[in-house]
């Protein structure tokens, strides 16, 4: 059985949930049923019998348009395991762009990001170029773009913490830096960082980086690693906006795709287009009343 989960617009859910109800049917495939989420009121459950998922989630996308969706072939509960990208997901920026910015050389990064996130360029080149552009960028704007620049995804906390109060272990995995990602993880409540980390000399960059790449392999090999230490049965839940992400999201037991590039949201069992962050807890059956809001 294949189970989705949606959040959409109330004044024409009923009419678009007849529509995408009756195309699932063309199909020759039983919508068993079809309610609102008890305890989440504005997210709707279908259950649809041996539909096909890609083609249910394209009805589902065309009736739907601008929504928050999960599919999933197992019952959907909260995860063991919580695996999230961090730049343009868990916070309103790029990093690397926003440093750019104190070198002056902000519109030339963002389009090599820009394309990487894309999928358009191999992820290690793309990152030791901007890299090596920001040489001799002195070390304290690290500090002033973390104080200016840096926000939180709003949700975020509440998401993370929600989910730390339901057993599951979180991890932020980023291709950006340490140097951002170790206080936005200490922020949001995140217990493990993976990232890069970026050569410093005498208070200023060196243009290069320091020990191996986190890039796709390496986020996906920490979401199955920790999955396996967490041991049989741990169920895990990955999230991310560009094409770094597609391996992990591919590889988690659900993959969400946050406000995503093209490739990133085709690949994942759904996305959250619509709201916050906090969207993800109600698609997991999560009432407001329950949320931790630190």
């Given at each position: 059985?294949?189970?989705?989960?949606?959040?959409?617009?109330?004044?024409?859910?009923?009419?678009?949930l007849a529509r995408a109800m009756e195309a699932i049917e063309e199909r020759g495939w039983e919508v068993a049923g079809a309610g609102m989420l008890e305890g989440c009121?504005?997210?709707?459950?279908?259950?649809?019998?041996?539909?096909?998922?890609?083609?249910?989630?394209?009805?589902?996308?065309a009736h739907f348009p601008d929504s928050d969706l999960l599919?999933?072939?197992?019952p959907i509960e909260a995860p063991r395991l919580f695996v999230s990208d961090m730049d343009s997901t868990m916070i309103q920026a790029e990093c690397i762009d926003e440093l750019a910015d104190f070198a002056g050389i902000k519109d030339q990064i963002a389009a090599i990001t820009e394309r990487a996130m894309q999928?358009?360029?191999?992820?290690?080149?793309?990152?030791?170029?901007?890299?090596?552009?920001?040489?001799?960028?002195?070390?304290?704007?690290?500090?002033?773009?973390?104080?200016?620049?840096?926000a939180p995804m709003q949700g975020a906390r509440t998401l993370v913490?929600?989910?730390?109060?339901?057993?599951?272990?979180?991890?932020?995995?980023?291709g950006g830096f340490h140097s951002f990602a170790d206080p936005v993880a200490e922020q949001l409540g995140f217990e493990r960082v993976v990232a890069n980390r970026l050569e410093i000399r005498d208070g200023a960059l060196t243009g290069g980086l320091v020990g191996g790449i986190t890039d796709s392999g390496v986020k996906k090999a920490v979401l199955l690693e920790e999955t396996a230490r967490l041991g049989e049965g741990?169920?895990?839940?990955?999230?991310?906006?560009?094409?770094n992400d597609i391996?992990?999201?591919?590889?988690?037991?659900?993959?969400?795709?946050?406000?995503?590039k093209p490739k990133a949201r085709a690949a994942a069992d759904g996305w959250i287009d619509r709201g916050d962050l906090t969207a993800i807890l109600l698609l997991f059956g999560i009432p407001r009343e329950e949320w931790v809001n630190d």
């Amino acid at each position: 059985m294949l189970i989705a989960r949606l959040i959409a617009e109330p004044e024409t859910l009923g009419d678009n949930l007849a529509r995408a109800m009756e195309a699932i049917e063309e199909r020759g495939w039983e919508v068993a049923g079809a309610g609102m989420l008890e305890g989440c009121e504005e997210v709707l459950e279908l259950e649809v019998l041996e539909g096909d998922p890609a083609e249910v989630r394209r009805i589902l996308d065309a009736h739907f348009p601008d929504s928050d969706l999960l599919l999933s072939l197992h019952p959907i509960e909260a995860p063991r395991l919580f695996v999230s990208d961090m730049d343009s997901t868990m916070i309103q920026a790029e990093c690397i762009d926003e440093l750019a910015d104190f070198a002056g050389i902000k519109d030339q990064i963002a389009a090599i990001t820009e394309r990487a996130m894309q999928g358009e360029l191999d992820f290690e080149a793309a990152l030791r170029e901007r890299v090596g552009l920001l040489r001799d960028l002195p070390e304290a704007a690290i500090h002033q773009c973390l104080a200016e620049r840096i926000a939180p995804m709003q949700g975020a906390r509440t998401l993370v913490s929600t989910l730390k109060a339901r057993g599951c272990h979180t991890v932020l995995v980023t291709g950006g830096f340490h140097s951002f990602a170790d206080p936005v993880a200490e922020q949001l409540g995140f217990e493990r960082v993976v990232a890069n980390r970026l050569e410093i000399r005498d208070g200023a960059l060196t243009g290069g980086l320091v020990g191996g790449i986190t890039d796709s392999g390496v986020k996906k090999a920490v979401l199955l690693e920790e999955t396996a230490r967490l041991g049989e049965g741990a169920t895990s839940l990955a999230t991310g906006d560009g094409a770094n992400d597609i391996p992990m999201i591919e590889a988690a037991h659900w993959g969400l795709a946050y406000r995503a590039k093209p490739k990133a949201r085709a690949a994942a069992d759904g996305w959250i287009d619509r709201g916050d962050l906090t969207a993800i807890l109600l698609l997991f059956g999560i009432p407001r009343e329950e949320w931790v809001n630190d």
